[in-house]
């Protein structure tokens, strides 16, 4: 503030921008800094842990809660042992070997880990094709009218991606002809 005096300190775990993160902060400071009530009515130590579930996460957390098979405050704490570890410095060159803080396993003592993952379907070919459409089509486009309709480039691009043809692009192409020698 301009008085020089400090309000606050946050700290994210993830990235802001992604579908789940986390945030801890002083919430006394941020209090005594927007707040006109009594400094002395805000508790001197107060820190904030907050979740923030986006997209499918958002949508996987609302499943489990609807479920109802575990309480709210299980199912987040089942987030933060999943995707979230305070750890204890140690002479172990590997972190994941080094040990969790006292605090924090005993923050996260009854939970299991909760997962917040869904499973994506595999791409179709209509899938792939809607892509190309939306993302490539005018790069091919302009292409194309560059080297007035010569199709020889695409052709070589083609035949390399053809050597480069993974699993689920063969499953693809299988489930597609399947489909369209039954119509």
């Known amino acids: 503030s301009s008085t020089g005096e400090f309000l606050g300190r946050t700290m994210y775990f993830g990235s802001q921008a992604s579908d789940l993160f986390c ?10 800094a927007k707040s006109e009530d009594d400094p002395k009515s805000i ?27 575990k309480p709210l405050g299980h ?11 305070f750890i204890l410095p140690s002479t172990d060159q590997n972190k994941s070997r080094w040990p969790t803080a006292k605090w924090w396993k005993y923050l996260l003592s009854n939970v299991e880990e909760l997962q917040l993952t869904i499973k994506k379907e595999s791409k179709s070919i209509e899938d792939m094709t809607a892509w190309v459409d939306k993302q490539i089509s005018p790069t091919i486009a302009a292409i194309m009218k560059a080297q007035e309709g010569d199709m020889g480039w695409l052709r070589k691009i083609i035949l390399k991606g053809s050597t480069r043809l993974t699993q689920k692009h063969l499953d693809a192409i299988s489930t597609y002809q399947g489909r369209v020698a039954y119509e």
């Open 75 to 85: 199912v987040l704490r089942g987030t933060l042992k999943r995707y979230l570890r």
């Open 43 to 69: 508790p001197k130590k107060w820190t904030r842990l907050e979740l923030v579930y986006r997209k499918d996460r958002a949508k996987k957390l609302v499943e489990h809660v609807v479920k109802g098979e």
């Open 23 to 32: 945030r801890i902060y002083d919430k006394s400071l941020e209090r005594k």
